[in-house]
C-alpha cells in the first residue's frame, strides 16, 4: 500500500529565503505527482503536476523534481514571502488509482 | 468558469440524523472523489467514482453512501452509522489519469 512522508511538519522561516519541501514515498510506480497548496480553512490549490515521464515542472517561483526511483519529490519555493504561508501538501497514484496524500508541511513565513 | 461546488459551506448534524453533502463539477470530468481532513491526519479516501453508475469504496467507507447518476455529480451522504463524523469534507474531480480539482470543502459539525 502506497504511503506518502512529507518532511518537515512544520517550517518557519524569515521572508525573502529559498526553502525545499522534502516528500517521499514508498511505491515507485506512480503515474502522477501533485503539489497542493492549503490555507486555512479551505479547499485545496494545484501548484504543480508532474506526470512520470517527467523530471520536473516550473511555476513562477516554484519548481518540483521528481525522481522516481529514489521515491522522492522536492518542492522548491525562490525569495519567499509571507503570502507563500500555509500548508503544501504532496500527493501520487499509480494508474487509475486514486491519490493518495502526505500529511502536509505547514510553512510559516515571517515578515 | 469551469470548477467544483461544493455546499453547503457549513453543515451541522444532530446525533441519529442522515446529512448529505453536495459537490457539482462543470469541468466535463469523468472521475470524482471524496476525501475526509481531521487535524493532524491527512486527507483519507471515503469514495471515488470513474464513471457515471459506478463507484468504490476508499479507505475509510463505512457509515457513507454515495451516489453518481450524471457525470457533474457526486453527493455523499454521511449516515447515522458514522459514529465520529465531525470532520472537513472535500470532492475532487479529474480527467482519466490526470491531475486533480478540489472543491472549497464543507465542514461538518455533529451538536
Known amino acids: 500500500k502506497q504511503e506518502v512522508t512529507q518532511i518537515p511538519a512544520a517550517l518557519s522561516v524569515p521572508e525573502g529565503e529559498n526553502l525545499v519541501l522534502n516528500c517521499s514515498f514508498t511505491d515507485s510506480a506512480i503515474y502522477n505527482l501533485q503539489w497542493f497548496r492549503q490555507d486555512p480553512g479551505k479547499g485545496l490549490t494545484s501548484l504543480l503536476l508532474i506526470q512520470s515521464s517527467q523530471r520536473e515542472q516550473t511555476s513562477g517561483r516554484l519548481n518540483a523534481s521528481l525522481d522516481k526511483s529514489s521515491g522522492r519529490s522536492t518542492l522548491y519555493i525562490a525569495a519567499s514571502q509571507p503570502g507563500d504561508s500555509a500548508t503544501y501538501l504532496c500527493?501520487?497514484?499509480?494508474?487509475?488509482?486514486?491519490?493518495?496524500f502526505g500529511k502536509g508541511t505547514r510553512l510559516s513565513v515571517i515578515a | 468558469d469551469g470548477g467544483i461546488t461544493q455546499s453547503p459551506k457549513y453543515l451541522f448534524r444532530k446525533e441519529g440524523q442522515n446529512v448529505t453533502l453536495s459537490c457539482e463539477q462543470n469541468l466535463n470530468h469523468d472521475a470524482m472523489y471524496w476525501y475526509r481532513q481531521d487535524p493532524g491526519q491527512g486527507l483519507r479516501l471515503i469514495y471515488y467514482?470513474?464513471?457515471?453508475?459506478?463507484?468504490q469504496k476508499g479507505d475509510i467507507a463505512e457509515g457513507y453512501s454515495v451516489s453518481r447518476e450524471k457525470k457533474e455529480s457526486f453527493p455523499l451522504t454521511v449516515t447515522s452509522a458514522q459514529k465520529n463524523p465531525t470532520a472537513f469534507y472535500l470532492c475532487?474531480?479529474?480527467?482519466?489519469?490526470?491531475?486533480?480539482?478540489f472543491g472549497s470543502g464543507t465542514r461538518l459539525t455533529v451538536v
Open positions: 500527493a501520487v497514484n499509480s494508474g487509475n488509482t486514486p491519490l493518495v
Open positions: 467514482s470513474q464513471i457515471v453508475n459506478d463507484f
Open positions: 475532487a474531480s479529474s480527467i482519466r489519469e490526470g491531475g486533480y480539482t
